[in-house]
Every structure is written in C-alpha cells, then in structure tokens.
T-cell receptor, first 115, second 112 residues
Framework: AQSVTQLGSHVSVSEGALVLLRCNYS??????LFWYVQYPNQGLQLLLK??????LVKGINGFEAEFKKSETSFHLTKPSAHMSDAAEYFC?????????????FGTGTRLLVSP | EAGVTQFPSHSVIEKGQTVTLRCDPI?????LYWYRRVMGKEIKFLLH????????ESGMPNNRFLAERTGGTYSTLKVQPAELEDSGVYFC??????????FGPGTRLTVT
C-alpha cells in the first residue's frame, strides 16, 4: 500500500526566507508525485508534479521539488517566501497499481508567513 | 472555462438525517473522483467514476454512502443516515487524463 508522510503540521517562516516542506512517500512501484496547495475557501490547486524524466520539477509561484528515489522523498522548496504563500500544502502519490487514478495524500502542512 | 463546482459549500445536519452533495466536473472530463478529509487528518479517496460507471469504490466507508453519476455528467454523493463521524470536508475532482486532477472547493459537512 502507498502512504505519504508530511513532517510538521505547521511550518512558520519569515517573508523572504527559504521555504522547505517535507514529504516522504512509500510505494512499491514507481510513483507519480504531486504537491497541491489550498488557499482559504478554495479547492486544491496543483503546484507541481513528477511523473517521469527530470527529477527536479518546477511549478507555479516559484516552487520546485526534487524526486529522490534513494530517500523516497519529494520535498517542496521556494527560495524566498511571500506573504501570499500562506496556505495549506498537500503532498500526494499515485502509481500504476491504481491506474494512476487514486491519489494518496499526506496530512498536510500549513505554511505561516510572518512579515 | 469553469472549474469543478460543488454544492452546497456547507451543510449542517442532525445525526440520522440524509444529505446529498453535488459535484459538477469540468466539461468534457470523463473521470470524476470523490475524496474526504476528516478534521486534522489526510484527504482520503472515496471513489472514481469513468463517465457514468464506478471504476473504483474501494474508499467508500460503508453502505450509508451512495454515489451516482447521471449520464456521465454531474455526480451526487448521498449519506443516509448520517453519523457524527461523517463530518468533514468532501472534495470532488475531475480529470481528462492521468496526470492532473482538478479539485473543487469542497463541501463542509457537519453532523450534530
């Protein structure tokens, strides 16, 4: 069975500081990996995804993530936090075991950005 | 292009009552999914439709939950009778292919 672990239910950073949100996954087959963001009163929005190919993927709003198979990790980073980045972030995995249709999510990390 | 819409945005019902949630996917998306997030926990898969057929309903909690997708367009998720543990946010998503699911804003269900 697949699973996702997001370390830290809350992460606080100052505006301009590095953002690092951690995600580790468990999958017996090659995974597809996703980061979604949820702003207040909105649906989940895809930030970026890894399917195959280049392991460093760039997403919207300056975010990027690197797939590290040896570490079973897919951490999300952004060099400089902005106030508008305050939201809840979800890491998710899918695989061919479920036809890549079923997303398995982590518990989410709420990013707080202070001035 | 309109996104995934869900109705209602909030619903408060008493234990034992019935509630029906509706999801309208992005036009042309054959795949429709339901997920649920219980407070403080992960978002969990409930089921997946391809057009009007249930492809995977392995995440449905029990037979108090009934999902339908009429004519392969909108979908409804009925909970009957509702229990306290059914409270949470119900998300709907749709997709055209395997690489991205587009999510709606969710319906917050509170069972008292």
């Amino acid at each position: 069975a697949q699973s996702v672990t997001q370390l830290g239910s809350h992460v606080s950073v100052s505006e301009g500081a590095l953002v690092l949100l951690r995600c580790n996954y468990s999958s017996s087959v090659p995974p597809y990996l996703f980061w979604y963001v949820q702003y207040p009163n909105q649906g989940l929005q895809l930030l970026l995804k890894y399917t195959t190919g280049a392991t460093l993927v760039k997403g919207i709003n300056g975010f990027e993530a690197e797939f590290k198979k040896s570490e079973t990790s897919f951490h999300l980073t952004k060099p400089s936090a902005h106030m508008s980045d305050a939201a809840e972030y979800f890491c998710a995995v899918s695989s061919m075991n479920t036809g890549f249709q079923k997303l398995v999510f982590g518990t989410g990390t709420r990013l707080l950005v202070s001035p | 292009e309109a996104g995934v819409t869900q109705f209602p945005s909030h619903s408060v019902i008493e234990k034992g009552q019935t509630v029906t949630l509706r999801c309208d996917p992005i036009s042309g998306h054959d795949n429709l999914y339901w997920y649920r997030r219980v407070m403080g926990k992960e978002i969990k898969f409930l089921l997946h439709f391809v057009k009007e057929s249930k492809q995977d309903e392995s995440g449905m909690p029990n037979n108090r939950f009934l999902a339908e997708r009429t004519g392969g367009t909108y979908s409804t998720l009925k909970v009957q009778p509702a229990e306290l543990e059914d409270s949470g946010v119900y998300f709907c998503a749709s997709s055209q292919d395997l690489s991205e699911q587009y999510f709606g804003p969710g319906t917050r269900l509170t069972v008292t």
